[in-house]
Each structure stands twice: as structure tokens, then as C-alpha cells.
Nanobody
Framework: QVQLVESGGGLVQAGASQRLCCAA?????????MGWYRQAPGKQRELAAT???????NYADSVKGRFTISRDNAKNTVCLQMNSLQPEDTAVYYC?????????????WGQGTQVTVSS
């Protein structure tokens, strides 16, 4: 079992920055992909950013240039630096991890943390 514990989040003003981090209970070197998804009120959960074990990153178009995802293998942690936050970034942010074993994917999710951006 992989447990994911998120930290960060809260209420910030538009233009401010926020850093979210996610600590895994296992070595993240054993996890194929880690990332952050978000779900705004009344909307479907969507990808914000992901990072693979090999360091490849992927960002939603809406956050490119503003968000940066990074990982620290020594601390088994992935973080999301969010800059120039806008009200449309308001959502519950969920840490995710995908572990691939013998060609099969296993997905894990954190409990979510609220990010609210005021105008």
C-alpha cells in the first residue's frame, strides 16, 4: 500500500504563490509517475502537472509557465510550486501516484488540500 500525505494550501490573493508538497510512504523511485490533479466546484477533476520517474514533466495548458512540479527522491516527496495564482485556480488539489508493475498500473491518491484564490 502507498500512502500519500499532502501539505500546503489555503487562502491566498490573486498574484500570490503557494507551494504544495506530497510525501509518499515508499520510495518514489519505485513509482512510475507522480503528480497533482485538481477539482474545482462543479467541474471534473483535471490534470495540473505530472512528473515521471525519469524526470519528464507534463502540464495542463492552463498552468504552463506558472506552475512547476519537482521531486526529491531522498525525501520521497513531490512538490508543486504555484506562482501567479488566479481565481480560476481555486480547487481541491489531489496528489497522485501511479506504480507500474509487470505492465499493470496501480493508482493511489492523497486526501486533497483546498487552494482558494481571491481576486
Amino acid at each position: 500500500q502507498v500512502q500519500l500525505v499532502e501539505s500546503g494550501g489555503g487562502l491566498v490573493q490573486a498574484g500570490a504563490s503557494q507551494r504544495l508538497c506530497c510525501a509518499a510512504s515508499v520510495s518514489i523511485s519505485s513509482i512510475t509517475t507522480m503528480g497533482w490533479y485538481r477539482q474545482a466546484p462543479g467541474k471534473q477533476r483535471e490534470l495540473a502537472a505530472t512528473i515521471t520517474n525519469g524526470g519528464r514533466t507534463n502540464y495542463a495548458d492552463s498552468v504552463k509557465g506558472r506552475f512547476t512540479i519537482s521531486r526529491d527522491n531522498a525525501k520521497n516527496t513531490v512538490c508543486l510550486q504555484m506562482n501567479s495564482l488566479q481565481p480560476e485556480d481555486t480547487a481541491v488539489y489531489y496528489c497522485s501516484a501511479t506504480r507500474t508493475t509487470w505492465g499493470r498500473n496501480f493508482d493511489y491518491w492523497g486526501q486533497g488540500t483546498q487552494v482558494t484564490v481571491s481576486s
